[in-house]
């Protein structure tokens, strides 16, 4: 069974702030292992979380064990104050201050660091994003110094210029990415950037209701096209569903990722020896190498 390489556990795939709600006074342990306890009726022993501001993230490293779950986490994400990135973390102003949070994120027993450096989609207008991504040179002082730090580095990320700036200065992996070409997708196979699109909180939202299904139906387009880049440039790839998003339930979001690589790509031992390779190759750079 693959590994999850992109979850929430913060997240309930069904209502984000009622979700939230549940932590905001103390971290409640019995959600946590409701989430695990989806993972693991499945078969899944691996899971790379994205972080959160609550301290989640932090509490399930240490039950993940009791699961026999590997799980690796960034315990929160880093943004720029007045991008998008609050969500799930905190914000720099400057290099210092993000300095410090990659500091403290060691400090809390991170794996790695995530870093925020676009916006998010905009699913009632395709090909919107809700704000500008980072000023490259800011993209490249945020991977550097995390590198220098002995972190791996993990990139939310959506359109092409974020996505080449991260994959030109040495990201690990690109999260997401959506709105990029294939110039771009030449970009990451050059530099052997993971690439872990989370396709699925994009085609279970077809038919929802909640959002136009013309436009989640372009945005599905889009990510298709950078599905068959992928596999025709042989993109390292791995499967992460953002489990915890919306109408992506932990546990059954990776299976539903990997049905969606298999209906645009084809079912294939090709295709799962492929995704196989990307997650084993994730799961060698997303583990800390600091003590």
Sequence with gaps: MFGECHAHLIMDGLNYRHAIDL????VQDSVIRQHFHSYEKRGITFVRDGGDALGVSQRAKQIAPKYGIDYRTP???IHKKGFYGGIVGFGFSNMKEYHGLVEI???HGCDFIKIMISGIMDFNQAGVLSCDSLPTEDIKEMIHIAHEEGFA????ANGKEAVEAASHYGVDSIEHGNFIDRETMEVMAENHTLYVPTAATVFNLLGCGRFPDKEVQTIMD???TSLHNAWDLKVPTALGSDAGAYLVPHGQGIIDEHHIFQNVLGASA???EWLTE???LLRERFQSHRT
């Design 278 to 280: 990307g997650e084993s």
């Design 222 to 224: 889009t990510i298709e």
């Design 153 to 156: 580095v993990m990139a939310h």
């Design 75 to 77: 315990i929160f994400a």
């Design 270 to 272: 090709s295709l799962d």
């Design 105 to 107: 994120a060691h400090g």
């Design 23 to 26: 932590h905001k006074k103390q």
